[in-house]
């Protein structure tokens, strides 16, 4: 039976809205909005999940403690890079240091996303090629990711939210490294020793997600992609 | 490399003249909708396929998202930069049966570095992994509705395992464009072209030479012996020739307008080999 002009259009409207929902969140990633993230684009519920490689940050408290040490990290960086570059950084305020140094680019390719018969809520997969800067205990250094976002979505008040997030990444490997080899680590600077004793909380769900590829790799499928569904229940969930 | 040998530049294809795309104004409400769902639905199915690559889908892909009606398996086509498998047969056995047989080597070489480990179809890809993302697109629905022509830009990377048990990892950036039709209430891939721009090792240096003799680069040879030879797109020195070009407007898909063998110019003009 053809859907109808009304369906087929509030069906695309809320495409377009969960892709850019997904856009807007990486790329508040990539300004280091790490802080605000999860009340501007995360649902309300306590169900929601984090996961990532390592494991699962599972609820809110969880997903909430993970930016919030992300959001940590990344002022001791900046306040390491201004003293490491009086020149160019001394001036600037707490407010103004924040975010610089790290870089996240992970512009979202190839989605494929279906929405509930239902409407409350849809899943959707893109591929990630990533292109990145940390400022670890060796200092700035580049990195290159290739990976997955899954994501399952839920309505709101009207609007999309992110509800469960799976980052997995296969290759997080030095620029300019051959990434079938082991990466070849960047020495230490005194500069940046403090970075050695940070560290983010591990999931609360630890697990191994999704091994990195090594050439010792079993071959490894991606996540399932999604599929047409009517309600939430009848599918299954990126989340735990 | 002396005088003699440098290559001669590619001849450039103006094939795109550029016309601002006029949404097209005489579609009512119903119609609009269902024009810019069907561009969502060639999108999407593009996008499948890049999960079906990186799943080692082959066949599946070809049975799912590539056209299943005869009239139109037979004058499928895959081009690359070398030339064109043209049919479903010629297709598959370059895309699926050559690409299996590469990868039952490497399992069987990877089993021997990892006793123990099964032997079976299931494991094919071991050391392995290749994504093709699909970026940048243009779609365009032919005026008749029947068809449907798209642009891609792909920064991919395919990593293969190799007999001594490392790998070998290379961007590839293709440009990807498609001729889609519609069969069964959905849209079909009927002619592909991955048209490479670069392939490079990972970590290699950027100042490295990199010039590779005609019948030397890797990914010609795994190519293979195509249905028609022809050096459709010559990207030494990234030269653009600007094949395949963006899609444009247009009423009705023939041969000599498709991404097919038959729609590039050289093909026309009658240089095949």
Redesign the interface.
Same mark, same amino acid.
């Given at each position: 039976m053809m859907e109808s002009?009304q369906m &087929?259009?509030k069906?695309?409207e809320d &495409?377009r809205e969960i892709k850019n929902l997904l856009g807007k969140y990486v790329s508040s990633l990539l300004l280091k909005r790490e802080g605000y993230v999860l009340a501007d684009f995360w649902s309300n519920r306590e169900d929601v999940c984090l996961g990532l490689n390592s494991g699962y940050y599972k609820g809110r408290e969880a997903v909430d403690g993970y930016f919030q040490a992300v959001g940590r990290k990344t002022e001791l960086q900046g306040k390491l890079l201004q003293k490491a570059f009086p020149k160019q950084l001394g001036e600037l305020t707490e407010k103004e240091l924040y975010g610089v140094g790290p870089f996240e680019a992970k512009?979202l390719?190839?989605?494929?996303v279906r929405i509930a018969g239902d409407g409350e809520s849809a899943k959707g997969?893109w591929?990630?090629?990533g292109s990145n800067t940390d400022v670890r205990a060796c200092g700035p250094v580049t990195y *290159?990711t *290739?990976g997955v976002y899954c994501v399952d979505f839920i309505k709101e008040d009207g609007q999309w939210k992110l509800w469960h997030v799976l980052y997995l990444e296969?290759?997080n490997h030095a620029s300019?490294?051959? *990434?079938?080899?082991p990466e070849i680590p960047y020495p230490d600077l005194p500069e940046f020793e403090p970075l050695k004793e940070f560290s983010i909380p591990e999931p609360n769900v630890k697990q191994t997600v999704r091994e990195y590829?090594t050439?010792?790799?079993?071959?490894t499928?991606?996540p399932p &992609?999604p599929v047409q569904y009517e309600a939430f229940a009848d599918t299954f969930s990126y989340g735990i | 490399m002396n005088g003699k040998d440098i290559k001669k530049a590619p001849q450039f294809f103006a094939l795109n003249n550029p016309v601002k795309y006029k949404m097209p104004v005489h579609l009512n409400d119903d119609e609009m909708i269902r024009h810019v769902w069907d561009i969502e639905q060639v999108r999407e199915l593009m996008n499948i396929r890049s999960y079906f690559i990186a799943n080692e889908m082959r066949l599946q892909e070809l049975e799912q998202l590539w056209v299943q009606e005869p009239e139109h398996k037979m004058s499928a086509s895959f081009g690359a930069n070398w030339g064109f498998f043209v049919g479903m047969d010629a297709i598959k056995s370059f895309y699926v049966d050559a690409h299996n047989a590469k990868r039952q080597k490497q399992l069987d070489a990877y089993c021997e570095k990892h006793p123990g480990f099964e032997n079976k179809p299931e494991n094919k890809g071991a050391g392995c992994i290749n994504m093709h993302p699909m970026s940048t697109s243009i779609v365009r629905i032919a005026g008749d509705g029947k068809t449907a022509k798209g642009i891609w830009y792909c920064i991919g990377q395919d990593t293969e395992y190799n007999e001594d048990g490392g790998a070998a990892a290379l961007w590839m950036n293709d440009k990807v464009c498609a001729d889609f039709v519609r069969e069964g209430g959905g849209w079909k891939l009927w002619h592909l072209v991955i048209s490479n721009d670069m392939n490079y090792g990972a970590g290699k240096a950027y100042d490295a030479p990199t010039y590779m003799e005609p019948g030397t680069d890797p990914a010609e040879i795994a190519f293979g012996k195509p249905t028609i030879p022809m050096l459709a797109h010559d990207s030494t020195y990234n030269w653009s020739d600007n094949w395949p070009p963006m899609p444009e407007p247009y009423e009705t898909l023939m041969p000599q307008n498709s991404y097919g063998p038959e729609g590039h110019p050289k093909y026309q003009g009658g240089e095949k080999a």
């Open positions: 002009t &087929l259009t069906r695309f &495409l512009p390719t190839s989605p494929v997969m591929m990630v090629q *290159w *290739w296969d290759i300019g490294q051959d *990434w079938t080899k590829y050439p010792d790799r079993p071959f499928s991606l &992609l | -």
